[in-house]
């Protein structure tokens, strides 16, 4: 076992831990839009530190390079699909949940 | 310009794609990036001035470093608000305006929103931001404007 497995195990360490949250918060939070939240941001960065530790795993190489390209995809797209998901819900009339005496 | 400037770009990320380097497969890579930038380089970049979006990319990447810091940030928040017992949330929508100009701006801003502690973009019209704020005080950072201020910078004259 050398180092470079011992990184790349503690990144996808990591990406799943990040990713496993997102997953409990989407069930747990109350409504529609704070489940957005966890959805929308756990998961670019569980995903985003699973790919880096393949990343590291793999070396520089055309499939480094690659998974870096999917690394940029991931980052533009996620917050765009939440944000289309949002506004969807939005213009439904999707009414947020608030807390008891907030208001 | 913007034609051989698209081919470039078509033609790198052919290469990496790809990943061979023989004559058949870069000759068919320099026919099909050319007929593609032929027939869409006024749409993928259009008349942009070649100096200033450089210098616009540079100021970007210096944005990206606090960004990835902030999102950092945005998740050890949201882990902390998912496992605690009592769910500290308080979730509310807060409207505010932008004095921001360009498309590229106002995307970064919405993005960057997303992705930074505790609150979602919903909505952008007519320079108006709707977002949903997860609890008091990411609102309260929010309406504050750091984030504005430093997308603005990006944003540039």
Excluded at chain 1, 24 to 49: C, E, W
Excluded at chain 1, 59 to 83: E, M, R, Y
């Amino acid at each position: 076992m050398n180092i470079t497995t011992i990184i790349t195990g503690i990144f996808l360490t990591m990406g799943c831990f990040f990713s496993v949250v997102a997953a409990i918060g989407v069930v747990r939070f109350p409504d529609f839009y704070s489940r957005m939240h966890p959805a929308g941001k756990n998961d670019t960065l569980g995903q985003t530190l699973i790919l880096t530790g393949l990343i590291i795993y793999e070396g520089f190489s055309f499939i480094s390079i690659k998974l870096l390209l999917i690394i940029i995809f991931i980052f533009i797209v996620n917050p765009t699909a939440t944000h289309a998901i949002a506004k969807a819900a939005y213009l439904a009339g999707v009414k947020p949940w608030e807390k008891k005496g907030s208001k | 310009m913007s034609f051989i400037l698209t081919f470039i770009i078509l033609f790198s990320f052919w290469i990496l794609l790809s990943g061979y380097f023989d004559f058949m497969h870069l000759f068919l890579g320099i026919i099909s990036s050319l007929f593609v930038a032929f027939i869409s380089h006024d749409l993928m970049i259009g008349d942009v001035n070649i100096r200033r979006g450089f210098k616009k990319l540079l100021r970007f990447i210096r944005y990206l470093p606090w960004l990835l810091y902030q999102i950092a940030l945005a998740n050890l928040d949201i882990v902390y608000r998912t496992l605690h017992p009592n769910m500290p949330i308080a979730p509310r929508i807060i409207k505010f305006k932008t004095d921001l100009k360009t498309d590229m701006g106002i995307v970064t801003l919405a993005n960057s929103i997303t992705l930074t502690p505790g609150t979602v973009t919903i909505d952008v019209k007519n320079g108006e931001f709707i977002v949903h704020a997860i609890a008091e005080k990411p609102a309260e950072d929010l309406l504050e404007g750091e984030m504005q201020a430093r997308v603005k910078i990006v944003e540039g004259g």
